[in-house]
């Protein structure tokens, strides 16, 4: 065969090999996952609470000093906006949104005098906010009646349920506890009214726990997963446990079909239809390690559905729905029992936001409604 022919027949082949790759990747689907901005000061124990079409992320651990961040996402035009910070830094607060304002109850701080290592211990909090994104101010509501941190709120009907957490233990000489020392965790479910600025106290949940996932379908509120025993991570357990409450009748069902997978602390959010619950963190004496799990809650169906992994492990995230996409922003991708600090060089926070698109085989959306490309700046 002569040299010409020769390379004629391989660039034959080679157009032939690229076109059935093209093809190949033509029918390949595509990810449901998409990229936002980065957020712009990565942390872990971050709070997001969707309102009015813009996520909020509240919070942050600040090296156990507790940050009080707030930070406003548009997801329209895809960008950052720093809010005014919370008027007392706290960890581990829940937040939820009532008639376009946003309320943020207890939480811990670091204690003000103790020998042990920050970080090691946390001092519970009863404080109670109210922001305005209006007008970017915060002021202070009725606290909550008793000191926890770690609760889950949820809104129903204009007021907010304050569920579970964990506080010091009864009788405890110190207003902290410590990650291997007794703590005492809740099942106790608040209500807050907005409209009187009172709370009242509501049958408490079967299964005592903090760091747990929670949604609102249909009026009811559920409560999925989470730790029983401790709030810290290297003495608590996770529970794969789900229980729903109706605000309407103060009553609390029989268990529900439970989360595939047991975890504590990741985000969680709904579009009206199902509880998405995402990441997460897990410590025992053969694993430490975070989560990249997404599963979803249908309440209807007393079902969970599996959907793709996150792109990177994560707990301490915030989460929240806007429209038809889960926003997971933010987080630390190795468990707090890792025990990271002790190398001072290792960076284990991540200014990822990954969008998880909801209606999986949908039509694309339009310009108006598809994630936009990422700006030349996302913060203002």
């Known amino acids: 065969m002569s040299r010409v022919l020769r390379r004629a027949t391989a660039l034959v082949a080679l157009m032939a090999s690229l076109g059935f790759a093209t093809t190949l990747l033509a029918q390949m689907p595509t990810s449901p996952w998409k990229k936002g901005a980065p957020f712009p000061e990565a942390d872990e124990e971050l709070y997001g609470v ?30 950052w ?12 607060a829940a937040l939820a949104a009532v008639n376009g304002r946003i309320y943020v109850f207890g939480g811990f701080v670091a ?15 009863a404080d109670a906010w ?4 209006a007008t970017d101010s915060w002021k202070p509501i009725a606290p909550l009646p008793d000191k926890r941190g770690s609760a889950i709120a949820a809104a129903v009907d204009g007021k907010i349920y304050v569920i579970g957490g964990a506080t010091t233990m009864e009788g405890a000489k110190e207003p902290f506890f410590t990650a291997f020392g007794p703590a005492r965790v809740l099942g106790t479910n608040q209500v807050y009214d907005p409209a009187t ?12 726990r903090n760091h747990a996932f929670g949604g609102v379908v249909n009026g009811k509120i559920y409560v999925i997963g989470g730790r029983t025993g401790h709030a810290f991570i290297l003495s608590a357990t996770n529970t794969d446990v ?16 439970r989360m595939p997978t047991a975890r504590s602390g990741g985000a969680s959010g709904s579009d009206g239809r199902r509880i998405y619950v995402a990441g997460g963190e897990v410590t025992t004496t053969e694993l430490v390690g975070a989560f990249r799990a997404v599963e979803a809650y249908d309440p209807v169906t007393n079902t969970w559905m599996t959907l793709p992994s996150m792109p990177m492990p994560r707990h301490g995230v915030a989460g929240g729905v806007i429209g038809n996409r889960f926003h ?4 630390m991708i190795q468990s707090a029992g890792a025990l990271t600090f002790l190398d001072p060089t290792l960076s284990t926070h991540t200014a990822m936001h990954d969008i998880l698109e909801l209606q999986f085989g949908m039509p694309v959306p339009t310009t108006a409604t598809k994630s936009p490309a990422p700006p030349t700046s996302q913060v203002r």
Not at 57 to 76: C, F, L, Q, S, T
Not at 130 to 133: T, V
């Open 328 to 331: 997971l922003v933010s987080g």
């Open 111 to 125: 204690p003000a005098t103790t020998a042990i290592p920050l970080g090691a211990a946390w001092e519970p909090i």
């Open 197 to 208: 600025n009172k709370w009242e106290t509501r049958n408490p949940m079967s299964v005592p």
């Open 50 to 79: 969707p309102l009015n079409g813009k996520l909020y992320v509240i919070g942050g651990w600040g090296d156990g000093k507790a940050r009080g961040a707030n930070y406003e996402y548009d997801a329209a035009t895809d960008r």
């Open 242 to 257: 789900v229980e729903e409450y109706d605000p309407a009748s103060n009553m609390w069902s029989l268990p529900k079909e």
């Open 130 to 133: 109210e922001f305005n994104p």
């Open 81 to 92: 906006t720093k809010k005014a910070p919370m008027p007392r830094p706290a960890h581990h």
